[in-house]
């Protein structure tokens, strides 16, 4: 399994790529039929707000896993 940080940038940068394509999608769906065009934009916002999800999901993690330090050492 990747690590965790190695996930999250995987995950943003999908994002990433989907956030900077939406002017190409709408050009690519132009000649579709209006509910060809809404099926295809709605299916790549799903994608984008899974991928937000996970990326809040895999942060948390990362936040659980990461040692805490605020806890007292036991006394020899």
């Known amino acids: 399994m ?16 989907i956030e900077e394509d939406a002017p190409f999608l709408a050009r690519r769906v132009a000649e579709l039929t209006p509910e060809r065009q809404n099926q295809a934009k709605g299916y790549v916002a799903e994608i984008a707000a899974q991928t937000r999800t996970e990326i809040a ?3 948390e993690q990362r936040v659980a ?11 020899d």
């Open 2 to 17: 990747l690590p965790i940080d190695h996930r999250i940038s995987r995950a943003q940068r999908l994002l990433e790529i």
């Open 57 to 59: 999901r895999l942060l």
């Open 65 to 75: 896993a990461e040692p805490d330090d605020t806890c007292p050492e036991p006394a």
